[in-house]
Each structure stands twice: as C-alpha cells, then as structure tokens.
C-alpha cells in the first residue's frame, strides 16, 4: 500500500509538474489551466494522500534507519498541500484572478512531501 501511495503521488507531482510549465507559458494572460488535468491532479494528489494515511497505519517497514517519522511529517505537508490546493481551485472558481504565490507555496509543500516520503519509503 505504501509503494502505491508513492506511485500515485509521483503521478500527481508529474501531473503539477506539468500545470505549472502551462501555467509559466500563459504570462500575462488569466487563462486558467486546462480543467481536465487539473482535476486529474487534485484526484490523484487527495487518492494518494488517503492511500498513504491508510498505509500508515501499520508499523513503519525500517525503524533501525532513523526514518520512522517521516512517514507522519510527509503526511502533514501533503495535507497542508491539498488544502492549499483546494484554495487555488475556489480562487478559479470565483475568478479571482491568478494564485501566482499560492501556487509557489503549494508546490513547495507539496514537493516537500513527496521528496520525504522518498525518503521514507526508499532508504
């Protein structure tokens, strides 16, 4: 369960990878990202965020390694991730306007996440 938590949240990260360059692309203009794929990202990101909560459930695979906590922290800034996430998505809604520093931030907690749950799940 833990390696399907990662796979769908490298997918997800893949995924915002690829919003962004679009959204760096559209200077200037207020197009919104394709909505398709946004909301492709927002799925996998909150499907992979559930799978690594139910994964976590179980003991951690190596506490000898000095990681067992990461497992916690990487779950934690996802979830500050998402709903920072949730927060651009009623911004778009609303037509605010582009997120440009709330994007900055989601992304920054969200690659936080990711890159400790690497961490987590590969050493």
Same mark, same amino acid.
């Given at each position: 369960? *833990?390696?399907g938590a990662f796979l769908i949240l490298g997918l997800a990260v893949l995924l915002g990878s690829? *919003?962004?360059v679009i959204h760096l692309r559209r200077t200037g203009a207020t197009y919104p990202?394709?909505?398709r794929l946004a909301a492709?990202? $927002?799925l996998l990101g909150v $499907? $992979? *965020?559930f799978c690594l909560i139910l994964a976590l459930r179980h003991p951690p695979p190596r506490i000898d390694q000095g990681t067992a906590g990461f497992g916690a922290i990487s779950v934690g800034l996802l979830a500050v991730a998402a709903f920072l996430g949730g927060g651009i998505f009623v911004l778009r809604l609303a037509n605010k306007g582009r997120? $440009?520093?709330l994007i900055g931030i989601h992304a920054t907690l969200a690659i936080s996440g990711f890159v400790i749950l690497a961490a987590y799940v590969l050493v």
């Open positions: 369960m *833990l390696d690829v *919003l962004f990202a394709p909505w492709l990202h $927002g $499907g $992979g *965020l997120a $440009g520093s």
